[in-house]
Nanobody, 122 residues
Framework: QGQLVESGGGLAQAGGSLRLSCAASVRDFSRYSMAWFRQAPGKERELVATISWSGEGLYYPDSVKGRFIISRDNAKNTLYLQMNSLKPEDTAVYYC???????????????WGQGTQVVVSS
């Protein structure tokens, strides 16, 4: 079992930036693929980015490609999400997740954090 704790959310203006962090208390963090998901009010939880255990395999949906950057520091057991050029439609609760494959579906991840709120004002 393990625990994931997100931080770094808050209020940003459109065009601004935020950096989210996810501190992982899991055994062998470096063996897990990691991901960020988000959920806006009244909407399904959607994938934002994935990163393989080595940090070499990355995936972004078109909605955030070119604006968001996922990274990880295995020595610090920490996952990051750099969010640039923020838009009001990026407003959501952001969750980090850990799994054995860098999948695109929620069910492929075994551990989840509690989420951090991001609000982008226009």
């Amino acid at each position: 079992q393990g625990q994931l704790v997100e931080s770094g959310g808050g209020l940003a203006q459109a065009g601004g930036s935020l950096r989210l962090s996810c501190a992982a208390s899991v055994r062998d963090f470096s063996r897990y693929s990691m991901a960020w998901f988000r959920q806006a009010p009244g909407k399904e939880r959607e994938l934002v980015a994935t990163i393989s255990w080595s940090g070499e395999g990355l995936y972004y949906p078109d909605s955030v490609k070119g604006r968001f950057i996922i990274s990880r520091d295995n020595a610090k057991n920490t996952l990051y999400l750099q969010m640039n050029s923020l838009k009001p439609e990026d407003t959501a609760v952001y969750y980090c997740a850990a799994g054995y494959v860098a999948g695109l579906q929620r069910h492929e991840y075994d551990f989840w954090g509690q989420g951090t709120q991001v609000v982008v004002s226009s």
